[in-house]
């Protein structure tokens, strides 16, 4: 652990300051006693704001200037609603004011965590906008997954507060020590306020110092416990709705078809559609293909945000007499690596440019529109106004261009740090702020990054260190592939196997391992890459944000082949090990 990043780790165990919700010295700490650093020296927090890129104003406020230019516009749509109205900037703005005096009167205030569990609609977001109205921090999370999850998540970041949609989730926050609010959608949940009351008295806004943290990002990443990244009111209206801004500047009208949950890290884009670009927003109740293609033709979208599993579910399933879908500006695709089938099939379907982003909740993005010739990697040119990006070598040392290392990021979307994690903070971010992001990247000569892959998501066979993402990537250009994932499974020689788990092209062939492994030959992927297992998914498993479970993936694949011995790969190659130079080599 560097000194730096070890002072601030130890900040976040400091003694709170005489005014909860406060900044000291850089640290914001909640009345619950939880530490928040800001790890990015202030300087540069101040000149980002002189500059422009991130705004002195909170989000609430940001949001009521939406609210007062144009009060009529249609701001939020459910899709599943079958009146199809929504709610206008006004209406809305009157529930956010509803719910914040709701908050005020049971004590919620500056300094306070409030975790929203909530499926998309009127109540996730007005309840989201209200916690940033009173000056609280939220904690939105999606429904799905499991109590282990709800106690991380609400326990190490001390929640005070919890808004929820289901009883079960009641009764799990009843074991937690410093939650003593909660707030239910449903009116009769036991131990739960209901948030549809009327509050006794008018709400009144209060100041909110925009620097303070305001939005929590949860992501399962590559830790066992899902992550939390702490943002500021200004990363977020600032670094994070510049990104948003970015992937179309020319659209002069914005309705945004948000089909991944709001709570996720990839949803956040929800809630910044309104208060940093004034669009319309469309959710659905959750994802289903049916919905997701109602909501494309009556809501008229200009815009879809989706992970590339569900971009890829509409696009095999639209009919063809389905029309032109007018309006519809492009197709964003984030939250995992966008295979070239999943790519072609949208853009062949939709005729509509199909944007990649390359980007992550711990403040680390890049975009760029897909093309059949795209250069394999290549997720755009990096942008200062969102996150600067630098390539480092195992020293922490930029290295020079052209050469490969680490991917680092910081900007005005770059996070105050990991919430109630300082082990991470010493992990993931340098003495200086930088955001490690465990990916292996280069930048080219005209400035475009490429990712490479994951430095530590390897499949270790035989001490060969095999790249998933690497094999992945080639198996995405197999004709009879729509999406492949590859996974490790126990050995008891080799330690590990790489497993490819395949869901054929509708309709198609289900490919053979031996034929897949031939194609990945000629693609110049090495012998000693090749897969070892094949696993045939009709339907990939999903987890709670909608991207492709691995975890699931993992046990399949090693409940499928535990016990089994290993066949041929390829024509006519096995994958050995030569023990005297401990590497993987071909024999017959």
Request: aromatic share 4%.
């Amino acid at each position: 652990m560097t000194g730096a990043v070890r002072e601030a780790a130890a900040r976040t165990l400091a003694t709170p300051p005489a005014v909860p919700g406060a900044r000291r010295d850089g640290v914001w700490t909640s009345r619950a006693g939880l530490a928040v650093p800001d790890l990015v020296p202030r300087a540069e927090r101040r000149a980002w704001t002189e500059e422009g890129l991130c705004p002195d104003r909170d989000l609430y406020a940001l949001f009521r200037e939406r609210v007062r230019r144009h009060p009529r516009r249609q701001a939020l749509v459910e899709s599943g609603d079958p009146a199809g109205g929504g709610l206008d900037y006004a209406g809305l703005d009157a529930e956010v004011r509803r719910i914040a005096a709701l908050f005020t009167e049971a004590g919620l205030g500056a300094g306070d965590v409030v975790a929203l569990r909530l499926p998309g609609g009127r109540d996730a977001v007005a309840a989201e906008l209200a916690v940033y109205a009173i000056g609280a921090v939220a904690l939105p999370y999606p429904p799905g997954g499991d109590d282990r999850d709800t106690l991380a998540l609400l326990g190490r970041s001390r929640a005070r507060a919890a808004v929820l949609a289901d009883r079960a989730d009641a009764a799990v926050c009843a074991r937690l020590p410093f939650l003593d609010v909660v707030f239910g959608t449903d009116r009769g949940m036991a131990g739960a306020r209901w948030l549809g009351e009327r509050a006794r008295r008018p709400w009144r806004p209060v100041p909110v110092d925009p620097a303070a943290p305001a939005r929590v990002l949860v992501s399962s990443g590559t830790e066992t416990a899902p992550k939390m990244v702490a943002y500021a009111h200004q990363a977020v209206a600032g670094g994070r709705a510049a990104y948003l801004r970015a992937l179309d500047p020319d659209a002069a009208v914005r309705r945004h078809l948000v089909l991944v949950p709001l709570g996720s890290s990839f949803g956040s884009c929800g809630v910044v559609t309104l208060v940093a670009l004034g669009g319309t927003l469309v959710v659905p109740p959750s994802f289903s293909v049916p919905e997701a293609l109602r909501a494309l033709t009556v809501h008229r979208p200009t815009h879809v945000f989706g992970v590339p599993t569900m971009l890829r579910r509409i696009a095999e399933n639209c009919p063809a007499d389905a029309g032109d879908f007018p309006g519809l500006r492009a197709l964003v695709s984030s939250g995992a690596a966008l295979p070239h089938g999943t790519a072609r099939a949208c853009a062949e379907r939709f005729g509509r440019p199909v944007l990649t982003v390359y980007g992550s909740s711990d403040g680390v993005n890049c975009h760029t529109v897909w093309s059949p010739g795209a250069e394999e990697g290549c997720v755009g040119t990096p942008d200062p106004a969102v996150a600067g990006i630098r390539i480092t070598g195992p020293d922490g040392d930029p290295v020079p261009p052209g050469a490969s290392g680490e991917i680092q990021a910081k900007g005005p979307m770059t996070p105050l740090c990991y919430l109630g994690a300082p082990e991470l903070d010493a992990r993931y971010r340098t003495p200086d702020g930088w955001v490690r992001t465990g990916d292996l990247g280069r930048i080219g000569p005209d400035g475009r990054l490429y990712v490479l892959g994951r430095i530590k998501n390897v499949v270790i066979r035989g001490g060969l260190n095999i790249s998933p993402a690497e094999v992945e990537g080639e198996l995405a250009h197999h004709p009879d592939v729509a999406e492949a994932v590859c996974v490790p499974v126990p050995d008891p020689e080799l330690g590990e196997r790489l497993c490819a788990c395949v869901r054929p092209v509708p309709g198609g062939p289900v490919p053979v391992l031996a034929d897949l492994n031939a194609f990945l030959l000629r693609r110049g992927l090495g012998k000693r890459k090749l897969p070892e297992r094949f696993l045939h998914v009709p339907v990939m498993p999903l987890g709670p944000t909608g991207k492709v479970c691995r975890r699931t993936l993992t046990d399949r694949a090693g409940d499928a082949f535990r016990g089994t011995a290993v066949v041929p790969q390829g024509p006519g190659v096995e994958v050995g090990l030569d023990a005297s130079e401990g590497v993987n080599t071909p024999s017959s």
